[in-house]
């Protein structure tokens, strides 16, 4: 029997790393089960009512997932009348949900997605057709708005652009096999939220500083209850905690440059003087200056959880020979080993600590990187092999091809 989808998923560039985030949240609104099927840069899902309200709250704190909608119907390709009846009905249904809204115009983008040319070009077509019919019965405008010609769908850029969360809505008609769904758009990510906030912090590092998106994302992976308290012992200039704070945790920074830890306490201050409750928000961090192999006579409160992006080694635009390179990992496995046995040591029972490492490649597929089995023997912890939902294992692989160093984020857990 074949599965009826109601939802779908738009992952982001990295496919692992964005599915390795939903099925932590899907995880922590306790879902036990998830029927999906992979199908080209989404996921259609079956999903609970509940689920789906909750997973839309949840999705504005997370840093890999492009966007959320449902699957209101399917039908057979082959189904014309029964397609041109629902579709109708549907989007009748959302010309007089905005009407009363008096808005001037109804700004609609659709989404069809078929390797078939031909079919699109039809599908197009007939739904353009329902659209200007209801929109002349109802005497309320109408714009389609254009999409990209090599994704036949608007940008995140667009679509927030065109405001279409408050002027209109976007309409997804997927054909998968022999099956047509369609539906709405619920939720698209707002990359100018992110450039905002990136351009409105006091201090940035350009070549060391961790993304405000991929901070997201590991705050997600290391499943801190809210109000929870989360560590990075290694902070640079706050990413990561500012990230935690957005999410309600109270947050412990540590750094062993005193610039970083002045960068990360200014770009902290700014960001707490945007709230109106700005001293409780102060209240909730602390920055140390210190060095972290030595965290433990610093800090000796239980965290609930630990995510950092360490020190990576030397800022590299080629990759050394391949015997300093072995004394570089060698040494940064000397400083992780510490610094994690440290960290477990302050971890609450359960706890995790999301951690990226780097890793030099080097042709036929030699590579030089930290021995993370090692790691486990002398710390005692454990690695989280796979994700709860959809396969996906650990570590998984971040950062562009581009990039000299490479860079995988591990799981490790207390047991
Ligand atoms: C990759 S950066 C962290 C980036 C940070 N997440 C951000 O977005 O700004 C690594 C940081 O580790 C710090 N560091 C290096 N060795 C350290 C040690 N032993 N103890 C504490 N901090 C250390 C460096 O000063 C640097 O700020």
Not at 19 to 41: M, N
Request: aromatic fraction near 10%; glycine fraction near 4%; include cysteine.
């Amino acid at each position: 029997m074949s599965i009826s989808f109601n939802s779908f998923i738009k992952l982001g560039s990295n496919r692992n790393l964005s599915k390795a985030e939903l099925s932590q949240i899907l995880d922590s609104l306790r879902i036990e089960q998830v029927k999906y099927q992979d199908w080209k840069d989404y996921l259609l899902l079956s999903l609970g009512k509940n689920s789906q309200k909750k997973l839309v709250k949840k999705l504005e704190q997370t840093g890999s997932i492009i966007k959320f909608g449902n699957l209101e119907f399917k039908v057979g390709t082959s189904e014309k009348k029964e397609l041109n009846n629902n579709l109708t009905k549907i989007i009748d249904g959302i010309f007089l949900k905005y009407l009363p809204k008096r808005q001037k115009q109804l700004k609609l983008s659709l989404n069809i997605r078929t390797d078939d040319d031909t079919q699109r070009t039809e599908l197009s077509k007939e739904i353009r057709k329902i659209i200007q019919n209801i929109s002349q019965e109802k005497r309320f405008p109408v714009k389609v708005l254009p999409t990209k010609k090599e994704t036949y769908e608007l940008t995140p850029f667009d679509y927030n652009k065109e405001n279409l969360p408050t002027r209109g809505i976007e309409l997804n008609l997927f054909v998968v096999k022999s099956k047509i769904y369609f539906g709405p758009t619920r939720w698209v990510t707002n990359p100018f939220k992110d450039i905002k906030q990136d351009e409105e912090r006091p201090v940035r590092f350009f070549t060391h500083g961790t993304s405000i998106k991929l901070a997201r994302t590991l705050v997600t992976l290391a499943n801190i209850p809210y109000d929870g308290i989360l560590l990075d012992p290694f902070c640079g200039t706050g990413t990561i905690l500012i990230e935690a704070l957005k999410q309600g945790m109270k947050v412990i920074g540590v750094d062993k440059d005193q610039k970083c830890v002045r960068s990360s306490k200014t770009n902290l201050h700014h960001f707490s003087e945007k709230y109106p409750s700005r001293e409780k928000m102060k209240a909730k961090w602390r920055v140390q200056l210190h060095d972290s192999r030595k965290l433990t006579d610093a800090i000796q409160k239980k965290v609930d959880g630990v995510v950092t992006e360490p020190y990576l080694g030397p800022f590299l635009k080629h990759l050394p020979h391949f015997e300093e390179a072995q004394m570089t990992m060698k040494s940064l496995e000397r400083l992780y080993t510490r610094v994690l046995a440290l960290c477990k040591s302050l971890l609450k029972d359960g706890a995790r600590i999301v951690f990226i490492m780097p890793e030099y490649n080097y042709p036929l597929k030699r590579s030089v990187y930290p021995n993370v089995k090692a790691i486990c023997e002398k710390t005692g912890l454990t690695t989280l092999e796979e994700s709860k939902f959809f396969n996906i294992k650990f570590p998984v692989e971040i950062g562009r091809k581009h990039n000299v160093v490479a860079r995988k984020l591990f799981i490790f857990e207390s047991k």
